[in-house]
T-cell receptor
Framework: GAVVSQHPSRVICKSGTSVKIECRSLDFQATTMFWYRQFPKQSLMLMAT?????????EQGVEKDKFLINHASLTLSTLTVTSAHPEDSSFYIC?????????FGPGTRLTVL | KQEVTQIPAALSVPEGENLVLNCSFTDSAIYNLQWFRQDPGKGLTSLLL?????REQTSGRLNASLDKSSGRSTLYIAASQPGDSATYLC??????????FGKGTKLTVNP
């Protein structure tokens, strides 16, 4: 199957700092990528749809100024959590869909102290 | 609003047993349904994708069925093994390729 990578896999930061998470499609091009967030024992929730060359589409309740998304190329999307707070601590996962099924990255565990 | 429910939330079985995981969704207007496996602290591994026009898909010891009209899907695992222990997630694809997930079923297969 297709391969999606994420970096970093784990990050710990202080409250108020910004954190950038990268999502790459390694063996296919993705005009669209998706960013999800998963809290413990909860479903994955779609945060936003990242569109190459245009603005991201955010789900209701997700602050676009806090979660900045940049999809600069057909293989890379970045999510920046700005001015992170402890409540932003979560598991962030990206996905992309070459054809048919969606493939997910390994996820990034963010802990904000 | 589409909602996906998975029952049971957790399941513990002895090795070798056949088992069924259930998934239900409230809106039958879906493009497809996908089953995933998630190991602790890891990303998702796609197991099976069923298109809305299909009734079932099989891969090895896994068989997934879809009854779109009743809003149900099942994942059947034959001859379970300890390595099958993980959380199994069901997700339906709605408009704009958006995935809506259930909370998952945590499976433990005991040796």
């Amino acid at each position: 199957g297709a391969v999606v990578s994420q970096h970093p896999s784990r990050v710990i930061c202080k409250s108020g700092t910004s954190v950038k998470i990268e999502c790459r499609s390694l063996d296919f091009q993705a005009t669209t990528m998706f960013w999800y967030r998963q809290f413990p024992k909860q479903s994955l929730m779609l945060m936003a749809t990242s569109n190459e060359g245009s603005k991201a589409t955010y789900e209701q309740g997700v602050e676009k100024d806090k979660f900045l998304i940049n999809h600069a190329s057909l293989t890379l999307s970045t999510l920046t959590v700005t001015s992170a707070h402890p409540e932003d601590s979560s598991f962030y996962i990206c996905s992309a869909r070459p054809v048919g099924e969606q493939f997910f990255g390994p996820g990034t565990r963010l802990t904000v102290l | 609003k589409q909602e996906v429910t998975q029952i049971p939330a957790a399941l513990s079985v002895p090795e070798g047993e056949n088992l069924v995981l259930n998934c239900s969704f409230t809106d039958s207007a879906i493009y497809n349904l996908q089953w995933f496996r998630q190991d602790p602290g890891k990303g998702l591994t796609s197991l099976l994708l069923i298109q809305s026009s299909q009734r079932e898909q099989t891969s090895g010891r896994l068989n997934a069925s879809l009854d779109k009209s009743s809003g149900r899907s099942t994942l059947y695992i034959a001859a379970s093994q300890p390595g099958d222990s993980a959380t199994y997630l069901c997700a339906v694809v709605v408009g704009s390729e958006k995935l809506v997930f259930g909370k998952g079923t945590k499976l433990t297969v005991n040796p």
